[in-house]
């Protein structure tokens, strides 16, 4: 089975141009999620989505945004970069949510690294 | 809001050995999971061990075990027979026991050394 995949794998915008990681999940799996990893804050959640439904939401200014397809692949969307916006962005995907399907295992992606000039 | 603390930056490890990381987070959940994952130099991020909130006993995966205290709000990882492949952060996380939402502490670099 093949595993979360991201896409690119790295990438280089400058300040105020806006960019888009695209995230495929782990084949049946349905929730997507995205978290931000910096060497300063660490990994911090963005955003899960569900059944093409966002289902939570991290700290994160509105240019942060996603979305999710009816084959569960997922978006992020960046916009007005600035140059904190660099970090590693990780996708991770998970078979379903809720009390009695969440093992609570998560499957991570190798990441897209973004560097914001 | 859930916190996740770990206090050991650093860590090194000789090979074969046995390492402890700490980890303690804050809640006023009851039922929640517990996680450690390790992040390789490669980035991909693999989970190591999963601990319920509702289980007493401690989960164990071949070389890997916690301690979990729920009362004190500490899960600690221990590796035993450290091997060099095990050279990478870990992190400590938490989950509500809805969602699919990671708390994440700040990770301890550990170093095995042959």
């Known amino acids: 089975k093949a595993g979360v995949t991201q896409t690119p794998r790295y990438l280089i915008k400058t300040r105020g141009q806006q960019v888009t990681l695209s995230c495929s999940p782990i084949s049946g799996h349905r929730s997507v999620s995205w978290y931000q990893q910096t060497p300063g804050q660490g990994l911090q959640f963005l955003f899960e989505?569900?059944?093409?439904?966002?289902?939570n939401k991290g700290n994160f200014p509105g240019r942060f945004s996603g979305r999710q397809f009816s084959n569960s692949r997922s978006e992020m969307n960046v916009s007005t970069l600035e140059l904190g916006d660099s970090a590693l962005y990780l996708c991770?995907?998970?078979?379903?949510?809720?009390?009695?399907?969440?093992?609570?295992?998560?499957?991570f992606g190798e990441g897209s690294r973004l560097t914001v000039l | 809001a859930q916190t996740v603390t770990q206090s050991q930056p650093e860590m090194s490890v000789q090979e074969a050995e046995t390492v402890t990381l700490s980890c303690t987070y804050d809640t006023s959940e009851n039922n929640y999971y517990l996680f450690w994952y390790k992040q390789p130099p490669s980035r991909q991020m693999i989970l190591v061990i999963r601990q319920e909130a509702y289980k007493q006993q401690n989960a164990t995966e071949n070389r890997f075990s916690v301690n979990f205290q729920k009362a004190a709000k500490s899960f600690s990882l221990k590796i035993s027979d450290s091997q060099l492949g095990d050279t990478a952060m870990y992190f400590c996380a938490f989950m509500m026991e809805y969602g699919n939402k990671l708390v994440f502490g700040a990770g301890t670099i550990l170093r095995v050394k042959s």
């Open positions: 991770a995907s998970s078979p379903a949510r809720g009390p009695n399907s969440n093992t609570g295992e998560l499957f």
């Open positions: 989505y569900f059944s093409e439904t966002q289902r």
